[in-house]
């Protein structure tokens, strides 16, 4: 794991790696609750190997809280987690070393040099890649002598990425890499990220409220809500799920937003826009009986079908201008 999570792994501690055909995660029933709260509510889930899985949901949504399990720095309620084939109660060192995580705080030890704390990670990381350390680091004009607390939030980030790569994990794990970061550090992470799944059959679980980011990246698309498991596919498929009508409306549709299958509906230029759930020309039928005029089916990129399902019974129907 990165640098705020040390392990030492013995070199003579063989690596086990994970038979062909096994899950990377996979959680059976994963609980966990606070009081009478649930974070994580009967989770059932199984990743595969290889590529970008994105996890996504609102805030609160379990997300961190199922993070913190599968790298075993807490315990479920009940139910089961494994991580590489390992259970995640129980990870030792070597295991911990095929797994990478980078989360928003890049907290690194603030009075030490950036080649000092490199170093350390190298003695740690029995299969760390001093060339890909550096390939990744220079991405982000990182100067190694500079200490950690004089580095950009851009460049620290850059340092754990960096770090993280170069220990040739399995699996990286990304919580919100990306958080505060600006438009020129924002994309240097991504290409990185990209061109390190690419080069490598390292796994990558991606988190991020930005949809633009998901978009970019992920291969798999896993929506969480309130601790379960809402939705997994290809992102293409999500969008596939969500359609948007657009209907001329001769009077203010009250009851329509109450039909099966609407997320969202939002006047734009005088024009009633529904974006709608697993419903297809059946929908602009039910509008036509409603009063519309004219329905026009429209496209959905997949920032505003994840947002419209993540808000879904949050809005009621609003002015927008384009
Ligand atoms: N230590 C705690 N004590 C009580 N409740 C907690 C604790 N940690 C998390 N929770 C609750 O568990 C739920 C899930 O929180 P979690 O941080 O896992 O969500 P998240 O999806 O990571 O959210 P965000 O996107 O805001 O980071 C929330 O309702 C939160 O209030």
């Given at each position: 794991?990165?640098?705020?999570h040390?392990?030492?792994?013995?070199?003579?501690?063989?690596?086990?790696?994970?038979?062909?055909?096994?899950?990377?995660?996979?959680?059976?029933?994963l609980?966990?609750?606070?009081?009478?709260?649930?974070?994580?509510?009967?989770?059932?889930?199984?990743?595969?190997?290889?590529?970008?899985?994105?996890?996504?949901?609102?805030?609160g949504?379990?997300?961190?809280?199922?993070?913190?399990?599968?790298?075993?720095?807490?315990?479920?309620t009940?139910?089961?987690?494994?991580?590489?084939?390992?259970?995640?109660?129980?990870?030792?060192?070597?295991?911990?070393?095929?797994?990478?995580?980078?989360?928003?705080?890049?907290?690194?030890?603030?009075w030490?040099?950036?080649?000092?704390?490199?170093?350390?990670?190298?003695?740690?990381?029995?299969?760390?890649?001093?060339?890909?350390?550096?390939?990744?680091?220079?991405?982000?004009?990182?100067?190694?002598?500079?200490?950690?607390?004089?580095?950009?939030?851009?460049?620290?980030?850059?340092?754990?990425?960096?770090?993280?790569?170069?220990?040739?994990?399995?699996?990286?794990?990304?919580?919100?890499?990306?958080?505060?970061?600006?438009?020129?550090?924002?994309?240097?992470?991504?290409?990185?990220?990209?061109?390190?799944?690419?080069?490598s059959?390292?796994?990558?679980?991606?988190?991020?409220?930005?949809?633009?980011?998901?978009?970019?990246?992920?291969d798999?698309?896993i929506?969480?809500?309130?601790?379960?498991?809402?939705?997994?596919?290809?992102?293409?498929?999500?969008?596939?799920?969500?359609?948007?009508?657009?209907?001329?409306?001769?009077?203010?549709?009250?009851?329509?937003?109450?039909?099966?299958?609407?997320?969202?509906?939002?006047?734009?230029?005088?024009?009633?826009?529904?974006?709608?759930?697993?419903?297809?020309?059946?929908?602009a039928?039910?509008?036509?009986?409603?009063?519309?005029?004219?329905?026009?089916?429209g496209?959905?990129?997949?920032?505003?079908?994840?947002?419209?399902?993540?808000?879904?019974?949050?809005?009621?129907?609003?002015?927008?201008?384009?």
């Open positions: 794991m990165s640098a705020t040390l392990s030492v792994v013995p070199a003579a501690v063989p690596v086990p790696s994970l038979p062909a055909g096994e899950p990377v995660i996979e959680t059976e029933a609980t966990l609750s606070y009081g009478r709260r649930n974070a994580l509510d009967a989770l059932s889930l199984s990743i595969p190997r290889g590529r970008i899985h994105a996890i996504v949901g609102a805030n949504a379990g997300k961190s809280s199922l993070f913190r399990i599968l790298l075993g720095f807490q315990s479920p009940s139910g089961r987690a494994r991580i590489l084939g390992r259970d995640c109660a129980s990870l030792s060192a070597g295991d911990r070393a095929r797994i990478g995580f980078v989360n928003e705080e890049h907290s690194l030890p603030a030490l040099r950036v080649d000092e704390v490199v170093a350390m990670q190298r003695r740690l990381y029995p299969r760390w890649d001093e060339a890909r350390y550096r390939h990744i680091a220079e991405h982000f004009n990182v100067d190694a002598s500079q200490r950690i607390r004089e580095l950009s939030r851009g460049e620290r980030a850059g340092v754990n990425l960096a770090m993280a790569l170069a220990q040739r994990p399995e699996l990286l794990i990304l919580d919100e890499p990306t958080l505060g970061l600006d438009v020129v550090a924002r994309r240097a992470l991504l290409e990185t990220v990209l061109e390190s799944v690419d080069e059959d390292c796994t990558i679980i991606y988190c991020s409220h930005q949809m633009e980011e998901i978009e970019r990246l992920a798999n698309l929506i969480l809500e309130r601790g379960r498991l809402m939705h997994m596919s290809a992102p293409d498929d999500f969008c596939r799920r969500v359609s948007l009508w657009v209907a001329e409306m001769p009077f203010t549709p009250g009851k329509t937003a109450d039909l099966p299958g609407v997320l969202q509906v939002q006047r734009i230029d005088g024009l009633f826009h529904y974006l709608v759930l697993d419903h297809g020309e059946d929908f039928q039910r509008l036509e009986a409603a009063g519309a005029r004219r329905v026009l089916r496209a959905v990129g997949l920032e505003r079908a994840v947002n419209a399902f993540l808000t879904r019974g949050h809005a009621a129907p609003t002015e927008a201008s384009r």
